[in-house]
């Protein structure tokens, strides 16, 4: 069952080059039928490893090593079932809002990256190895 929808933006910063980014990824948190929690993290629609462990940390354009994430921001999606939300009923004949499936995909890298107020040279060499 699915427990919590969520979109994170997740910042990296190179400990070998200081180079910078940001991703947003789709997080999707469920409990099993064991009533184990599991989180599922997606990137443009496909299933990646967390964005917080050493695998799954994209590599750094510059150099290619890998740092592991920070969360910098999410924001929650609401799961259906609030009887009170505004809603609105799609025509069976699926000729509602149509544009939507030749709509370009929204890339989770395809947004500026958030302005930390210091400059790569200005960040401190005593970073840990998980790049924070």
Same mark, same amino acid.
């Given at each position: ?5 969520a ?35 997606? $990137?443009?629609n496909t ?6 462990? @050493?695998?799954?940390?994209? !590599?750094? +354009?510059?150099?290619? #090593? %890998? ?7 999410? $924001? ?9 939300? @505004?809603?609105?009923?799609? !025509?069976? +004949?699926?000729?509602? #809002? %149509? ?7 929204? $890339? ?25």
């Amino acid at each position: 069952m699915i427990t919590e929808l969520a979109v994170e933006r997740v910042e990296f910063t190179c400990g070998s080059c200081w180079h910078s980014w940001s991703v947003d990824y789709d997080v999707q948190r469920y409990r099993d039928a064991l009533d184990a929690e599991w989180e599922v993290f997606y $990137r443009d629609n496909t299933a990646v490893p967390s964005p917080y462990t @050493p695998q799954g940390a994209p !590599p750094c +354009e510059h150099c290619g #090593r %890998r740092w592991v994430g920070c969360l910098v921001a999410r $924001r929650p999606v609401p799961l259906p079932g609030d009887a009170e939300a @505004p809603r609105s009923r799609v !025509p069976a +004949e699926g000729g509602h #809002r %149509r544009e939507r499936h030749s709509a370009p995909m929204l $890339r989770a890298a395809g947004h500026p990256q958030p302005q930390s107020g210091t400059t790569g040279s200005q960040r401190s060499t005593h970073s840990s190895p998980t790049g924070r």
